[in-house]
T-cell receptor, first 118, second 117 residues
């Protein structure tokens, strides 16, 4: 069965420092996608970054990068130069393969609450 | 702004009542998903529609139903509401279709906060 595990319920980081949020996944499907979302206290779910299982390079989006280690089934999010506005809940999610939108649902981890300290 | 529009943003209703949550997907997106986020259950997938047809079903209660209309907007109907239905309900959308190589990112709306009293 598909599963996403985020083992860090909460983390602190100093402003301007880098932080790594851990995510491991389990799937038997060779075709899958991994996502990270940010949920601030206001509640909205903001897409940050995507990594496909066939992608050779680690995904990067501005200050966000995804450390994808396929053999270890991990997809850690790295936030560089943390800002106060990065304080939020971060969710890792996985979507298994499928064509025609057949099975594109996301399975979420339990989230990591990140607090950036000045 | 993700481009996914959800209404209403906040809703307070009494037990036993029925509510309808509305979602307009991003322009060009054919897939619509509904998720429920509660403190005890986390983020739970409820149901997915693709171009008007139901594609996948998750932990959706029989008291809940959804549909996607020809203009691709979707509604989630929650009936016989119970206190435990209080949650943040998200709609999300994606292009749907071809392989994951295209990314096919799923974007979320801002959610509808439902409080059942």
């Amino acid at each position: 069965a598909q599963k996403i595990t985020q083992t860090q319920p909460g983390m602190f980081v100093q402003e301007k420092e880098a932080v790594t949020l851990d995510c491991t996944y389990d799937t038997s499907d060779p075709s899958y996608g991994l996502f990270w979302y940010k949920q601030p206290s206001s509640g909205e779910m903001i897409f940050l970054i995507y990594q496909g299982s066939y992608d050779q390079q680690n995904a990067t989006e501005g200050r966000y990068s995804l450390n994808f280690q396929k053999a270890r089934k991990s997809a850690n999010l790295v936030i560089s130069a943390s800002q106060l506005g990065d304080s939020a809940m971060y969710f890792c999610a996985m979507r298994e393969g499928g064509y025609g939108g057949a099975t594109n649902k996301l399975i979420f981890g339990t989230g990591t609450l990140l607090a950036v300290q000045p | 702004d993700s481009g996914v529009t959800q209404t209403p943003k906040h809703l307070i209703t009494a037990t036993g009542q029925r509510v309808t949550l509305r979602c307009s997907p991003r322009s060009g997106d054919l897939s619509v998903y509904w998720y429920q986020q509660s403190l005890d259950q986390g983020l739970q997938f409820l149901i997915q529609y693709y171009n008007g047809e139901e594609r996948a079903k998750g932990n959706i209660l029989e008291r809940f139903s959804a549909q996607q209309f020809p203009d691709l907007h979707s509604e989630l109907n929650l009936s016989s509401l119970e206190l435990g239905d209080s949650a943040l309900y998200f709609c999300a959308s994606s292009v749907g279709g071809p392989p994951l190589r295209s990314g096919n990112t799923i974007y979320f709306g801002e959610g509808s906060w439902l409080t059942v009293v």
